[in-house]
C-alpha cells in the first residue's frame, strides 16, 4: 500500500509568490487534514476533508489560503500570495473512516521557505 | 486554543540509558497520541492511549494516559542509536476525529 506522498518536498519562493503544495491520500481515505510545523514549535492543525467536503477549517490562517480536493481524490493547498511567516513545514495526513480510532498517516511534508 | 506543553524540548543521553518525556494541557482531552518522527519525514504514530490511567507498552515504549486525562507521559527504556528523532505527543477531544493538538516536540540525540 502506497503511503501518503505530497509534492514538491522542497519549495523556496519569494514573499508575493503563489505556491501550491500537493497530497495524495492512502487509496481509500475519505479523511484527509493539513497540518504545519513553523520555525521548531508544535504541528498546528489546519483544516480536514472528509471526502471532497471541507469538515472544519477553523485552523487555516487567513485568507491567502485555499484548500481543495475535487472529486474527494487528491488535495491541493494554495498560498497566495505568500508572506515570510508562511515559512513552515507542511504536512497532509490521511485516515480511514471505516476503521474505529483509525490513526493519521502523514505525508514527508514539503518544506516552505519564503524569502 | 488549546496548548500542550511538552518537555524536555531536548535530551541528549548516551546508548543504553531510558529517556522520559511529558505533555500536560490545561485543558481535558479524551485520546492521547505519541507520535515519532524522524529527519525528512513525516510523524509516525508509537503509542494511542483512549482511557484515563491506562498505561500501554510498545516494545522498548511505555506511555500512560494521566488520570486527570491533562497529562500524559512517555518513556523509552534501554535507549538505541536508531531512537534519534523528534517525539510529539498530542492530543484529541474526539476520539477518530483525527483533529489533533500538538505539543512542540521533543528532540532526541542518543550518543554511541
Known amino acids: 500500500e502506497a503511503g501518503v506522498t505530497q509534492f514538491p518536498s522542497h519549495s523556496v519562493i519569494e514573499k508575493g509568490q503563489t505556491v501550491t503544495l500537493r497530497c495524495d491520500p492512502i487509496?481509500?481515505?475519505?479523511?484527509l487534514y493539513w497540518y504545519r510545523r513553523v520555525m521548531g514549535k508544535e504541528i498546528k492543525f489546519l483544516l480536514h476533508?472528509?471526502?471532497?467536503?471541507?469538515?472544519?477549517e477553523s485552523g487555516m490562517p487567513n485568507n491567502r489560503f485555499l484548500a481543495e480536493r475535487t472529486g474527494g481524490t487528491y488535495s491541493t493547498l494554495k498560498v497566495q500570495p505568500a508572506e515570510l511567516e508562511d515559512s513552515g513545514v507542511y504536512f497532509c495526513?490521511?485516515?480511514?473512516?471505516?476503521?474505529?480510532?483509525?490513526?493519521?498517516?502523514f505525508g514527508n511534508g514539503t518544506r516552505l521557505t519564503v524569502t | 486554543g488549546q496548548q500542550l506543553n511538552q518537555s524536555p524540548q531536548s535530551m541528549f543521553i548516551q546508548e543504553g540509558e531510558d529517556v522520559s518525556m511529558n505533555c500536560t494541557s490545561s485543558?481535558?482531552?479524551?485520546?492521547w497520541l505519541w507520535y515519532k518522527q524522524d529527519p525528512g519525514e513525516g510523524p509516525v504514530l508509537l503509542i494511542a492511549l483512549y482511557k484515563a490511567g491506562e498505561l500501554t507498552s510498545n516494545g522498548r515504549l511505555t506511555a500512560q494516559f494521566g488520570i486527570t486525562r491533562k497529562d500524559s507521559f512517555l518513556n523509552i527504556s534501554a535507549s538505541i542509536p536508531s531512537d534519534v528523532g523528534i517525539y510529539f505527543c498530542?492530543?484529541?477531544?474526539?476520539?477518530?476525529?483525527?483533529?489533533?493538538?500538538f505539543g512542540d516536540g521533543t528532540t532526541l540525540t542518543v550518543k554511541p
Open positions: 476533508f472528509v471526502k471532497e467536503s471541507k469538515q472544519d
Open positions: 487509496s481509500g481515505h475519505d479523511n
Open positions: 495526513a490521511s485516515s480511514s473512516h471505516r476503521i474505529v480510532n483509525s490513526p493519521l498517516h
Open positions: 485543558s481535558i482531552f479524551n485520546t
Open positions: 498530542a492530543g484529541q477531544i474526539n476520539t477518530n476525529a483525527g483533529k489533533s493538538t
